[in-house]
């Protein structure tokens, strides 16, 4: 078996390589809780990968640590992709798995977001072993495809896109089409994305919660702007399988978000469209787990 693996960079990690170690180790000193958090987070994620580490070697499994030169991962090389850390680890391996199952596993599980995790910090090897043969749960989620100008940025979207204004005061402005109908919107931007994504953002703006296996897209407003008491038809959609969003940018300094990471700058003019990927993704472990 071959197991390709990604662990989070931790907060704590983050300070250190921006040469500010130094003050954050002052702040716990002191008993700063900002900085004992990220301490405790450090050392709970530190000791998961050793835990990783030792289930590999006890199962006489290679794993492979994804570097960033790593593109796409595929059953050619791979029969395993493994997380640790929480949902944004998962999230960041997912854009280069292909074809092949991923299993998260949940560092911390008392502070780290993990809804998406199959696996919890200290049952690593009895639960990577039944990924292994087989015996963990599977399901098969959705993921969206986004282009701009005609070039594919990303076949891989399992959360959501937020198109908006570079400046979050600034009111975001576009011309929208689903199927036949066009509107001319000024908001705060949208949310755009599949069922995994329906939990987090699009629900907060609004949005329906759907369950995980289906397939549909959903396209959610943020604080539509209408003065003359206008009513936008196109402000919460559920997408079908095949339907496009089409959006042409009105702004010379729009900003598109894919899963909270890849900062795309539209230009005045560009034309972006938004439909369900013909690349799902397989995540083990969820089973029964209940919806956010």
């Not at 530190?46 to 006489?60: F, N, P, Q, R, Y």
């Not at 043969?133 to 896109?161: C, F, P």
């Not at 576009?174 to 036949?180: A, M, R, S």
């Not at 066009?182 to 995994?196: L, N, R, T, V, Y």
Request: overall charge positive.
């Amino acid at each position: 078996m071959r197991i390709a693996y990604l662990v989070k960079r931790s907060g704590w990690q983050s300070f250190a390589e921006r040469h500010e170690e130094g003050r954050l180790r002052r702040l716990y000193a002191k008993g700063d809780p900002t900085a004992r958090r990220l301490k405790r987070a450090h050392e709970a994620n530190l000791k998961t990968i050793a835990e990783l580490h030792t289930a590999l070697d006890s199962l006489g499994v290679k794993g492979v640590l994804i570097g960033p030169r790593t593109k796409t991962i595929s059953r050619d090389r791979f029969d395993l992709v493994v997380t640790v850390g929480g949902d944004g680890t998962l999230l960041r391996a997912s854009h280069r798995v292909l074809d092949v199952p991923i299993v998260g596993i949940n560092s911390d599980p008392q502070t780290s977001v993990g809804f998406f995790c199959g696996i919890q910090a200290g049952e690593v090897l009895p639960s990577l072993e039944r990924a292994l043969d087989g015996r963990l749960s599977q399901k098969t989620l959705t993921r969206m495809q986004v282009t701009m100008q005609g070039e594919v940025l990303s076949k891989r979207v399992l959360n959501d896109a937020l198109f908006c204004h570079s400046s979050p005061a600034a009111t975001s402005r576009y011309l929208v089409q689903i199927g036949k109908v066009s509107e001319d919107h000024k908001s705060s931007g949208f949310w755009i994305g599949p069922a995994a994504g329906s939990t987090a953002a699009q629900k907060s703006a609004g949005g329906r919660v759907l369950p995980l296996e289906s397939e549909a897209l959903q396209f959610i407003v943020r604080e539509p702007y209408t003065p003359k008491g206008e009513r936008y038809e196109l402000k919460k959609v559920l997408l079908e399988p095949g339907q496009v969003v089409e959006v042409r940018s009105k702004m010379h300094s729009g900003a598109l978000f894919l899963d909270g990471h890849d900062d795309i700058r539209p230009k005045f003019g560009d034309v972006i469209t938004f439909t369900r990927s013909d690349e799902p993704l397989l995540i083990l472990g969820l089973g029964g787990k209940k919806k956010r």
